[in-house]
C-alpha cells in the first residue's frame, strides 16, 4: 500500500464517485434506474484472462464508464423506488472508505480492541435511540448486547441456531425432529433458510395465514392455536419469527399478544425489522415496537434506511451466552489472556464467520455526523414523501391503494374493472414492465391474496417531491393505455 499513490489515486476515485452523484442528479437520462442490459452482455467486452501487465486508473475508470454503469441499477438515483432502498451518505461513504484504509479483522478483542469496543458503545447509542429495553444494552442488568452482522439474513440465522440450542439443551439433542417454529406467509425467506440450515424439519416450519382484515400482520389467534395443536401433538414450539415492516408490503405483527404467547409458553420470539426498525427512531413509530420487552432477541438493517451504506444490520439479544454458547469455537492460536477470563467480547462467538469488517466505524459516524434530529427527518421526509405519492394513487379511480400505509412504502395497482382480478394482475404486470423499461424509474412488486401489487419504496436519499411527482406521472402515462377504454 503506496501512501502516495494512494493519495493522488484515492482523490481520483472520490472526483469519480462524486460526479457519478451529481450526474445522476443532472444527467438521469444517462443512467437507467433500472439497468437495460441483456445477460452475459459483459462478457464480450473483456478480455477472457487478467493482464500480465498494470493498467492504468485512467484505462479502468474508462471501463468503469462505458463497460460496467450500462450493468448498473442504480439504487442511489433519485428516481430509485423499488424492494428497499440501500441508503447511503457521506458519513456511511467515508466510515466505509476509513474501513477500507484500516482494513483490521476484530474477530476477537485482541485482534483491534477498538472494534469490539465501538462496536458494543454504539450498538447502547442505537438502541437507547430505539428505545429498547434495559435487558438489550450491554451496560444493563442481565447478559444482553448487541452485535453488528453483516445482513438481516445472518441476523435471524443466528438466532435460530441459538434459539435451537437453548432448547436441546433443556430436551435433548435427539428430540431436534420434534422442534417447531413459527412465523406468518409474510415473514421474509431467510427464516425458512435459518431454519432449514438449523436442521428443522421443512415441514415443522409453521408459516401462519394473514390476509387483509389484519394488513397482513400475523393473527395471535391462529400462533396460539397452532401452538396448542403442536403441544398436544408431542412437537415442542421453540422460536417465533415476528416483524415489523414485512418485506412485501410493511405489515407489522402485534408485537404485544405474541410476546404475551412466547412468554406464555416459554418461547423464543426474535423481531424482524431490518427496514420498519430503522423508522422507530421516531418517537411517532416508536410504538410499532412496542411490546419488544417479551422479545430475546431484535434485528434491524442500518444499510437499508439509516443511511449506513451497505452492509449494517445491528441485531441485540437478551442472552449473549445463547448466542455464543451455539457459535463459539475455541482454537489455540486464537486463545489470549484476557479472552480466558471472559472479561471481553469476542464477536467472533457471535456471527457465523470469523472475519469481520469493522462497521461500528461508519454506524458512529452516520450517529455523529448527522446527529439523530437529522435522520430522524430524513425518515420523516421519506415518509412525506410516499404519503404524497399514496395521495396522488388515491386521487386516481383508475388506481387503488391496497394496503395501509405505516412508512414509506405504498402498495397500489390499476384497479380491476368489473371485478375481473386476472385481466387486473395481467394489466398491473404490462404496466410494471412498461415504466421500468423507460429506464426512468424503477418500482418493484409483490403479490397479496393473489393480487398482483406494485410497490413505491422511498428511501432513496436523493429523493425529492419533483421525482415522486414525474414517477406518478410516468406510472399515469403508461397507465392510460389501459385505462382510456375503460368506462371511468
Ligand atoms: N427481513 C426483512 C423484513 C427484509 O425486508 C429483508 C430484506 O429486504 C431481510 C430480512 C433480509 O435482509 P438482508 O438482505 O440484509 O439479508
Avoid at 64 to 76: A, D, E, F, R, Y
Avoid at 142 to 158: F, K
Avoid at 201 to 226: C, Q
Wanted: glycine share 6%; aromatic share 10%; hydrophobic share 40%.
Amino acid at each position: 500500500m503506496d501512501s502516495e499513490l494512494l493519495r493522488e489515486q484515492g482523490h481520483i476515485m472520490v472526483d469519480f464517485i462524486a460526479d457519478y452523484y451529481k450526474n445522476l442528479q443532472d444527467s438521469p437520462q444517462d443512467f437507467p434506474v433500472l439497468s437495460q442490459v441483456q445477460p452475459g452482455y459483459l462478457r464480450d467486452m473483456l478480455p477472457d484472462s487478467a493482464p500480465e501487465r498494470p493498467e492504468s486508473l485512467k484505462e479502468l475508470l474508462d471501463d468503469v464508464s462505458k463497460k460496467i454503469m450500462p450493468g448498473i441499477t442504480h439504487w442511489q438515483s433519485p428516481s430509485y423506488f423499488a424492494y428497499y432502498a440501500s441508503s447511503t451518505s457521506v458519513a456511511g461513504f467515508l466510515g466505509e472508505m476509513l474501513n477500507a484504509g484500516l482494513s483490521v479483522v476484530g474477530f476477537t478483542w485482541l485482534t483491534s480492541p477498538a472494534a469490539t469496543e465501538l462496536e458494543i458503545i454504539v450498538l447502547d447509542w442505537l438502541a437507547k435511540l430505539l428505545q429498547l429495553p434495559d435487558h438489550f444494552l450491554s451496560t444493563g442488568k442481565g447478559n444482553g448486547g448487541g452485535v453488528i452482522q453483516g445482513t438481516g439474513c445472518e441476523a435471524v440465522l443466528v438466532v435460530v441456531l441459538a434459539a435451537r440450542d437453548r432448547i436441546l439443551k433443556k430436551v435433548g439433542k435427539t428430540l431436534l425432529p420434534q422442534l417447531v417454529v413459527y412465523g406468518s406467509d409474510q415473514t421474509h425467506s431467510s427464516f425458512r433458510k435459518a431454519c432449514l440450515i438449523g436442521g428443522i424439519h421443512e415441514e415443522n416450519i409453521r408459516l401462519l395465514k394473514t390476509d387483509s382484515s389484519t394488513n397482513y400482520g400475523m393473527p395471535p389467534e391462529s400462533l396460539e392455536e397452532a401452538i396448542s395443536h403442536d403441544l398436544a401433538k408431542g412437537f415442542i414450539p421453540f422460536f417465533i419469527c415476528a416483524t415489523v415492516g414485512t418485506t412485501s408490503s410493511a405489515a407489522v405483527d402485534p408485537l404485544v399478544p405474541l410476546g404475551n404467547i412466547a412468554k406464555k409458553y416459554g418461547i423464543w420470539l426474535h423481531v424482524d425489522a431490518a427496514y420498519a426498525g430503522n423508522a422507530c427512531i421516531c418517537p411517532e413509530y416508536r410504538k410499532f415496537i412496542d411490546g419488544i420487552e417479551n422479545a430475546d432477541s431484535f434485528n434491524m438493517n442500518a444499510h437499508k434506511w439509516l443511511f449506513a451504506n451497505q452492509t449494517c444490520s445491528p441485531l441485540w439479544v437478551k442472552d449473549r451466552y445463547s448466542l455464543i454458547d451455539a457459535l463459539k469455537t475455541n482454537p489455540e492460536y486464537l486463545e489470549f489472556k484476557v479472552s480466558k477470563k471472559d472479561t471481553v467480547v469476542n464477536y467472533k462467538d457471535w456471527q457465523i464467520s470469523l472475519s469481520r469488517r469493522f462497521r461500528s466505524l461508519k454506524l458512529w459516524m452516520v450517529l455523529r455526523l448527522y446527529g439523530s434530529e437529522n435522520l430522524r427527518n430524513f425518515i420523516r421526509d421519506h415518509v412525506n414523501l410516499a404519503k404524497h405519492f399514496e395521495d396522488y394513487v388515491a386521487q386516481d379511480p383508475s388506481f387503488e391503494v391496497v394496503t395501509t400505509r405505516y412508512f414509506s412504502l405504498v402498495c397500489f395497482r390499476l384497479a380491476p374493472v368489473d371485478g375481473d382480478e386476472d385481466q387486473c394482475n395481467e394489466r398491473n404486470r404490462e404496466l410494471l414492465a412498461a415504466v421500468n423499461s423507460t429506464g426512468k424509474i424503477f418500482i418493484s412488486h409483490t403479490a397479496l391474496s393473489g393480487k398482483f401489487v406494485l410497490r413505491f419504496a422511498v428511501g432513496a436519499p436523493l429523493t425529492e417531491e419533483k421525482h415522486v411527482t414525474e414517477a406518478w406521472q410516468i406510472i399515469q402515462k403508461h397507465a392510460s393505455k389501459f385505462t382510456r377504454n375503460d368506462h371511468y
